[in-house]
């Protein structure tokens, strides 16, 4: 049971910010960011409980790896030298374990980060798949919108945006019907994933919209608010993820930019030219502000962006029955 002093911690964590990274994007955006995970449970829900999902990709070695890289950058004509990169140990392809989130389940493939030098480096884990191209595309799509001193708020909640739109395009760009079924597993994939964030956050999202709404964190409020009788639970779930130390920042960037990626897939789908508009993103993202950014990729406002990700998520599932 969360006690009372508990609770006043948590009041006091979002009166001050220090729960959000000193930054009100979250409280200021609640409501939307409530709205789109109890959408995407709702609309997901009898899917999830219907798939079978076991990835098993077709395995290839490293040259097929990076040649199948290669290409999509050949492709949309993206200059980028994938040998001077492997050269100078910038990008670093490993076999080792690779590390599982305690709360989502989900592994950790590729990772970019800082060394010593605070040089940005690149390390993806391999496990000797095509499914080792997808993380290289996606860990090259962070590389590429990380210019040297321009990361900023805005390109930090909008990369993981950019990075699963590249890599959902990638699979859906492969012409070679050896990896046929490596795509359905993949477009498959993202709705797991995605609902693991979502189904995480919604209660996490559920308990700041409590207080922000109603100025306060009680049974009554609670009941009066949602009326699902659920308060005892949100606040032990909420416990939980305060226990395992998450970052509500980092977990919102996937919860915004993984529906946004099936999106930009929809578009891209749609219209082959709006890979342009990607490539201009992946700029802006570190110029502009949000929705100057969104902007770029079509989507005006607040409810612009609901309406136009509601409909996409609601087409891919039949995207996925049509392929």
């Not at 004509?77 to 990008?91: Q, S, T």
């Not at 699963?164 to 709705?191: C, M, P, S, W």
Request: charged share 25%; net charge negative; hydrophobic share 35%.
């Amino acid at each position: 049971m969360v006690t009372q002093k508990r609770i006043d911690q948590y009041k006091a964590w979002f009166n001050n910010l220090s729960f959000f990274g000193y930054n009100s994007f979250i409280l200021d955006y609640i409501k939307e960011l409530y709205n789109l995970t109890d959408y995407v449970i709702y609309k997901y829900k009898d899917f999830m409980n219907n798939l079978n999902y076991k990835p098993s990709y077709t395995k290839i070695d490293s040259n097929e790896t990076i040649t199948l890289v290669k290409e999509f950058y050949h492709y949309h004509n993206i200059n980028l030298d994938l040998n001077y990169l492997i050269d100078n140990n910038i990008l670093n392809l490993v076999t080792s374990d690779k590390n599982k989130d305690d709360l989502l389940g989900v592994t950790t493939d590729g990772t970019m980060y800082k060394d010593s030098n605070f040089q940005n480096k690149i390390e993806i884990k391999l496990d000797g798949s095509i499914f080792d191209s997808i993380v290289i595309i996606h860990e090259l799509s962070h590389y590429r919108n990380e210019p040297e001193g321009k990361r900023n708020f805005i390109s930090d909640l909008l990369t993981e945006a950019l990075a699963y739109a590249n890599e959902l395009i990638f699979i859906q760009d492969i012409k070679n019907e050896r990896y046929y079924n490596d795509k359905i597993i993949h477009l498959t994939g993202v709705i797991p994933l995605m609902y693991t964030y979502m189904y995480n956050l919604h209660d996490i999202y559920k308990l700041i919209l409590l207080c922000k709404t109603e100025g306060n964190i009680t049974k009554k409020l609670y009941n009066n608010l949602f009326k699902d009788n659920d308060y005892e639970q949100v606040l032990d779930n909420f416990n939980i993820y305060v226990n395992k130390r998450r970052s509500i920042i980092h977990d919102t960037w996937f919860v915004i930019g993984l529906p946004l990626a099936i999106y930009m897939l929809e578009e891209y789908m749609e219209n082959k030219n709006f890979f342009n508009r990607l490539e201009k993103f992946n700029i802006d993202i570190n110029e502009k502000d949000l929705w100057d950014c969104l902007k770029t990729i079509n989507i005006n406002n607040k409810q612009d962006f609901m309406d136009k990700v509601i409909h996409s998520t609601e087409s891919y599932i039949k995207t996925l029955k049509n392929i």
